[in-house]
């Protein structure tokens, strides 16, 4: 197995010492974070360790945590707020249903430091309501957390003030879209918002909002308590620390391989530390980011996984999902399958995401029926350009990752579907058939 089979920061494994109690996390180093950050630092110190540290957002966009902290924590108002995104939008992600289930009192901890970085008294904890033994998991980290005195009012005997709720909803995809949640917690559709202004400044109850993912505010613990230059001892230069991921395999119904890595580890690496030995010729593709993630080819395992290196091969980091796809699978059929699914989870907001992600699904079914003509390669294109630019959200920027990752690395897919009207794998089933309309002349 690779070295970095014990370097898990913030992901219970299975087997390892149940630190779902409080006595058990306490035991094992837990609050002690807490006690040090508002007893002996100041929150700008807290903020300049999750710089150094190198911490970036988890949830997919990579900014600097403390970059993002430091803002909110400057905005010259009395009320400000974090969030905890814990919502997954790809369902088949496991990491925040992971962190809740298993170390709900890590959660609370960077929750809390978080608040006392930014200066926050209030704190929500937004996830989808279908977790539900992580939600009773965390509910009951949040009951021990208050009777013990590290949530609530005078935190520690200290003047510092923080409480923290509990918010389950379930609207698909676009439920982890951060304005999205801001709307829901408000009591208002949920639908994404233009920005600037960013909630960094205006935000929750047009307030000062620090968002971060539960993976990001884990972490922040785990910095305070070992140091920055530890944290950033694992990692590269640009990014600190560990990511969760979760690894699907081709076969069917074979369970999903939740697994913490080191950024750097290249994709080769992490599929072996998840227990895939097969030889590249087995594999088509390796999907990374989950729904919106991108393709590569095996020639591209060698690939670190971290968040700049994954842009420049078309995939992100996205929601963590790791996925093999067989050696027979036609990459028009699946960019088509993934179109389809995009199109139905979009929220319909902006009008490029809306009508443009549909329409690159009806091409691709058209290609795939082998009715496809050459033009439809360059209308493609168009789309893949249109919906980026006039989106609104990450969704709609992140939607022709599949077309542009399969139309990129595998053109010859795309060529002989078109031009000789086969399949390459001889799996594709045509989704339309040809039409032959009768007209009908008067006598």
């Not at 539900?132 to 021990?144: D, K, P, W």
Request: with cysteine; proline share 6%.
């Amino acid at each position: 197995m690779p070295e970095f089979e014990t370097t898990y920061r913030v992901l219970r494994r299975r087997g390892e010492p149940d630190v779902r109690s409080l006595d058990a996390y306490r035991r094992a180093g837990g609050y002690t974070a807490l006690e040090t950050a508002i007893r002996e630092q100041t929150p700008e110190r807290i903020i300049q360790q999750v710089i150094d540290a190198k911490l970036r957002g988890r949830g997919g966009a990579g900014r600097l945590t403390g970059e993002k902290w430091r803002i909110v924590r400057n905005m010259e108002d009395n009320q400000k707020y974090i969030i905890c995104n814990a919502y997954d939008a790809d369902p088949r992600a496991w990491a925040v249903r992971s962190l809740l289930e298993r170390n709900p009192h890590q959660v609370i901890e960077g929750i809390i430091l978080a608040a006392y970085a930014v200066g926050a008294s209030e704190a929500y904890l937004f996830t989808r309501n279908i977790y539900l033994e992580g939600v009773a998991s965390v509910q009951r980290a949040l009951n021990e957390a208050l009777e013990a005195n590290l949530v609530g009012r005078d935190i520690l005997g200290t003047e510092f003030n923080c409480t923290i709720n509990v918010i389950g909803v379930d609207i698909g995809f676009m439920g982890g879209e951060e304005t999205v949640q801001i709307a829901l917690i408000k009591g208002r559709r949920g639908m994404p918002e233009q920005r600037p202004p960013f909630p960094a400044q205006y935000g929750l109850w047009d307030k000062p909002t620090a968002i971060n993912c539960i993976e990001t505010l884990a972490n922040v613990p785990v910095i305070v308590r070992s140091g920055a230059a530890e944290f950033a001892s694992l990692g590269t230069e640009m990014t600190g620390g560990t990511k969760v991921l979760t690894v699907y395999d081709y076969v069917p119904d074979s369970e999903p391989k939740v697994i913490e890595v080191p950024f750097g580890a290249t994709l080769r690496e992490i599929l072996r530390h998840a227990g895939y030995n097969r030889p590249d010729s087995d594999l088509r593709a390796i999907v990374v980011g989950g729904a919106e993630g991108g393709a590569l080819p095996t020639s591209l395992l060698d690939t670190p996984y971290d968040y700049d290196p994954l842009e420049e091969a078309g995939a992100i980091v996205g929601s963590s999902v790791v996925e093999l796809l067989p050696a027979n699978t036609c990459m028009v059929a699946w960019a088509m399958d993934r179109s389809n699914y995009l199109a139905i989870e979009s929220c319909g907001k902006c009008v490029p995401c809306r009508l443009g992600v549909k329409r690159i699904a009806g091409i691709l079914e058209g290609i795939v029926s082998d009715l496809g003509v050459s033009g439809d390669l360059d209308v493609l294109d168009e789309f893949a350009s249109y919906v980026p630019n006039g989106s609104l959200c990450g969704f709609g920027v992140q939607a022709p990752n599949a077309l542009k990752t399969a139309k990129h690395y595998w053109p010859d897919h795309f060529q002989m579907h078109i031009e000789e009207q086969q399949c390459p794998t001889g799996t594709c089933i045509p989704v339309r058939a040809h039409r032959f309309v009768t007209k009908h002349v008067l006598p």
